[in-house]
């Protein structure tokens, strides 16, 4: 608000003189100076007397030049134009992220742990290793642990980004935040309640984010050698001046020197552009969250991409139903719907929703780990997981599901397999022209997830991408990023909170917005506010087109710099004259910036459905289309 105010001063000054008031508006102009001033001048002093030096420094010499020559006016406007491109760039790189609190959020505040046989509430933060947990059916797992005795199905989505449920028995390990759907557990800690996988997760995420931190501003790199070597000029133009002429013409031809050295287009070259970008890439769905986040889009030359809820659309439906001779793939959907319509398993509700009808069942019972078991047209039923339940002469079928990367559910009736039911996690249908696209524009694309490496590679090769990185823990993720940080500029896109730590640790982290977890937005450095991956070409596009903007206003900037000051020290150029082309060359760098508002449809159209798409055809018995 100071420099806006500031701003308002400077016109209203501006205003004033032209209506012949001189003593008002010179009022005004000081109103607006000491306005702007303040929000770098004192900074700049503070950091003088640290030994530091930078842009602040100089332009404060610059407008105190300009009021020891009487140019209040000129003064103000250096104040107010620079105050603004501070604090234009302040609020895009300094926001803060909380998304850590929604790592810790997984941990529940209290767990149950056993005691003499006795459950026993404690807080989760006093747990320690050798203690023996309970969990029930819908509770979150408060840290890191072994199974002792049950079996369930945890939903790890949150630590691992695998969306099907893991089936898990007595000497599984487990991890914090993961999620008891089924059975009941008792699980032997390994890690104390405030020292386990996902507290790692919060430390990987600061870690990489202190590190991003301490990455100066470009302005700032470019200023370094540029301040000193000002300084220096001016008083070598005062020292040597005076000694060979009129002391009072050559002390006032260095101040004009520091002023036509005033890096004022420099200061707004990277702002100005910054924000006109970020606002425009708002419109199609792409927030980015700092001005040094979109430096850094602009020159990324790889990117990793998560697997499930980014590649995959993280809604596992049925692909795929195979049946025994005499009976119908129709037959088989029905039977296991007419069970899962009473389970939440997610793969029961995938089956529920390719079923084209449910029948009534009675005598429902499901134990955890083994399935489920009812009756159905007087005939026993049982759906479950090929670990628990016979394939038979399916065997082979079974396998080759698994092998196309789906899970596997069989179906029982009278305690024989009649049929096979292939539950995936499907492609997103543009994901292939979207790989096509970065891979067409030199960007190379690597595959990271938790998941398995069969059903990794299966997504990866309808994808088009080639390089799989799988079974991957979160820590995993973040040190494959760092291995291809070494190589090139690589950005990383993901969703979930085990993607976190390698969203942070990339040049760039890419959220997905609709669906991604608090803690992969806030880890991220830019956020999709939807779900769409032909985002990803345009956001790049639009991210280069305004890194080649903000080079050309800083080559502008930096040559007005180089021809100023010759001109000043020769006494070609006066102050008015100096101030003039300074500002004129800032209308050139605004008007310029502001072209990186301008956005173009890079968006491929919809993609059709190819032959080779992991969408599978209805069997032909059905009515309608399985997934």
């Known amino acids: 608000m100071i420099p806006l105010v500031s701003g308002v001063a400077f016109v209203a000054g501006l205003i004033t003189q032209w209506s012949g008031a001189e003593v008002p508006a010179l009022v005004i102009f000081w109103a607006g100076l000491l306005l702007g001033a303040s929000t770098f001048v004192p900074g700049a002093i503070r950091k003088l007397i640290k030994g530091k030096l930078g842009i602040a420094l100089l332009m404060t010499m610059s407008a105190t030049g300009a009021v020891i020559l009487g140019y209040v006016e000129e003064a103000a406007a250096l104040a107010f134009l620079y105050s603004i491109a501070e604090a234009l760039e302040d609020k895009a790189m300094d926001r803060a992220r909380n998304g850590l609190r929604a790592l810790l959020k997984l941990v529940p505040e209290t767990g149950t742990i056993l005691v003499s046989g006795n459950a026993t509430p404690i807080q989760a933060r006093d747990l320690t290793i050798g203690q023996l947990m309970l969990i029930k059916p819908g509770d979150r797992i408060a840290t890191d642990g072994i199974i002792r005795t049950g079996r369930s199905a945890l939903d790890t989505s949150a630590i691992t980004g695998e969306s099907i449920p893991v089936e898990v028995e007595a000497g599984d390990e487990v991890s914090a935040g993961a999620i008891n759907t089924s ?30 931190g301490e990455r100066a501003r470009l302005a700032d790199r470019i200023a370094r050698p540029l301040v000193p070597g000002v300084l220096i000029l001016a008083a070598l133009v005062a020292l040597i001046g005076s000694l060979l002429g009129d002391p009072e013409l050559w002390i006032t031809r260095a101040l004009i020197v520091l002023v036509a050295a005033s890096p004022c287009a420099l200061a707004i070259a990277v702002p100005i552009t910054v924000v006109s970008a970020i606002g425009s890439a708002s419109k199609f769905g792409v927030i980015i969250k700092s001005g040094a986040a979109f430096e850094r889009f602009g020159a990324i030359g790889h990117l990793a991409v998560d697997k499930t809820g980014t590649l995959t659309r993280n809604q596992p439906t049925v692909t795929d139903v195979i049946a025994v001779e005499g009976t119908s793939k129709h037959q088989v959907l029905a039977w296991a719907a007419a069970l899962e319509q009473h389970s939440t398993h997610p793969l029961a509700v995938a089956i529920t929703q390719a079923a084209p009808g449910t029948v009534a069942a009675t005598g429902i019972t499901e134990e955890a780990g083994h399935g489920i078991h009812g009756t159905v047209d007087g005939a026993v039923i049982g759906v479950g997981s090929p670990r628990r339940f016979d394939a038979g002469d399916l065997a082979e079928a079974v396998h080759r599901l698994e092998t196309l990367g789906m899970s596997a559910v069989i179906v029982h009736r009278e305690g024989a397999a009649v049929g096979a039911i292939g539950v995936r996690d499907e492609l997103r249908p543009e994901v292939p022209d979207v790989v096509r696209t970065l891979t067409a524009r030199g960007i190379g694309i690597t595959m990271l997830t938790g998941d398995n490496d069969r059903t990794a590679r299966t997504l990866a090769s309808q994808a088009g991408i080639e390089d799989v990185r799988a079974e991957l823990r979160p820590e995993d993720k973040a040190k494959a990023i760092r291995e291809l940080n070494a190589i090139t500029p690589t950005a990383m896109i993901g969703d979930g909170i085990n993607d976190a730590p390698a969203l942070a640790a990339a040049d760039i982290g890419i959220a997905m917005g609709a669906t991604g977890s608090d803690a992969a937005i806030e880890s991220a450095d830019i956020a999709f506010t939807g779900h769409d991956l032909r985002l990803i ?18 080559v502008l900037s930096l040559l007005i710099i180089a021809v100023l000051p010759p001109l000043a020290i020769t006494g070609v150029l006066g102050l008015a004259a100096v101030v003039l082309i300074h500002e004129a060359a800032e209308v050139i760098v605004i008007l310029n910036g502001l072209r990186a508002a301008r956005t173009k449809n890079n968006q491929s159209p919809q993609p059709k459905m190819h032959s080779t798409s992991m969408q599978a055809s209805p069997p032909s018995d059905h009515p309608a289309p399985i997934s």
């Open 183 to 212: 059975g009941v557990l008792e699980i032997e800690t390994t890690a104390a309640g405030i020292d386990n996988s996902l507290t790692a997760i919060v430390h990987l995420v600061e870690q990489a984010q202190a590190e991003k």
């Open 537 to 554: 070409p345009q956001a790049i596009a639009h991210a280069r087109q305004g890194r080649r903007i903000m080079n050309q206003n800083i």
